[in-house]
């Protein structure tokens, strides 16, 4: 926070230069065949209290301001990083403010912009013990389902010396308190957040979730190769835990996967309660992923193709 003194006792040539925050630097863009889709700009909008969403179109980023620093969740694509810096700012915000950001789990479309986003701010990004692993080797761990597509096409730029933070585990900024929730299934190091933000001494728990997506390379097999099961179990038990959180308000890692986009167009219609307000939502996103996991189990043993297009 600048001081008042600096502005009336040194002038505006000072104050302009303590304004100044590091500039984001982007790493070359991904370009992927959903990329441009994915990041259209989105104009950011509250979630609820101080919880931004801050993401594109297709890829979500959420901020949330703990009243002692800000708090990233996700830098989307390496080309999204100059989107989400610019919705920060819009917010009133300098991107020296974010102290932390933690990330959902380790696949170019949602860490990708996070190396630049942590040079601009200086934050110490967050991640589970596996996601750290991947971040610092800028690509898919070998058990990671989508492993097989290859490096050139699960490369994103490297994030060294990530914090882990185990599973069930409490960062606590401020007024903040969000909590990791390992959800391994999509990836080995998948993560879900979860913390309350209060609005008139009204608080909600507001959940952004990791993809329970069963989307994988021709080769990997969620039930595993060798009879013990592969990670069949601990995807079902991910599934589980996402369906049981308290859960008011969902941001997947992706907003498709429970209609923001519809759910803001119907709040900008005047829509109330609240449409983002949806108590039911973790539940049915886990069920629709639940339904899928088994649909994608049962081709395997019939041994059908297994590849599902630009799904993750
Ligand atoms: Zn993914």
Request: charged share 20%; with cysteine; aromatic share 8%.
């Amino acid at each position: 926070m600048r001081s008042p003194y600096l502005l009336f006792g040194l002038g505006a040539a000072f104050s302009f230069v303590t304004a100044s925050a590091a500039p984001l630097t982007p790493d070359a863009a991904k370009n992927c065949s959903a990329c441009a889709e994915w990041n259209q700009p989105q104009a950011p909008f509250v979630l609820y209290g101080k919880s931004w969403y801050v993401g594109t179109q297709g890829l979500s980023a959420v901020l949330i301001d703990s009243g002692a620093g800000l708090v990233l969740l996700d830098g989307a694509l390496a080309e999204s990083a100059p989107l989400i810096a610019a919705n920060i700012q819009k917010l009133g915000y300098q991107l020296d403010q974010i102290k932390y950001i933690a990330v959902s789990h380790a696949h170019y479309d949602h860490v990708g912009g996070v190396a630049a986003l942590a040079r601009a701010s200086g934050a110490t990004v967050i991640a589970s013990a596996r996601n750290a692993q991947a971040l610092a080797a800028g690509t898919t761990a070998k058990d990671d389902p989508q492993a097989g597509f290859g490096d050139k096409e699960n490369s994103f730029p490297k994030v060294k010396n990530a914090k882990i933070i185990a599973d069930g585990e409490t960062l606590r900024l401020g007024r903040l308190a969000l909590t990791a929730h390992y959800t391994p299934g999509h990836t080995p190091g998948a993560t879900s957040w979860s913390w309350q933000d209060c609005v008139d001494g009204e608080c909600l728990n507001l959940v952004y979730a990791d993809s329970l997506n069963a989307v994988s390379d021709d080769n990997y097999r969620f039930g595993g190769t060798d009879g013990a099961g592969g990670i069949a179990a601990a995807f079902r038990a991910s599934i589980a835990r996402v369906a049981a959180l308290p859960c008011d308000l969902v941001v997947p890692v992706h907003p498709g996967f429970a209609q923001l986009e519809e759910k803001l167009a119907q709040r900008a219609q005047g829509v109330k309660p609240d449409p983002l307000i949806d108590r039911g939502a973790c539940e049915r996103y886990a069920a629709a992923a639940g339904e899928k996991l088994e649909a994608r189990l049962l081709r395997e043993r019939s041994g059908a193709e297994q590849r599902s297009s630009s799904e993750h």
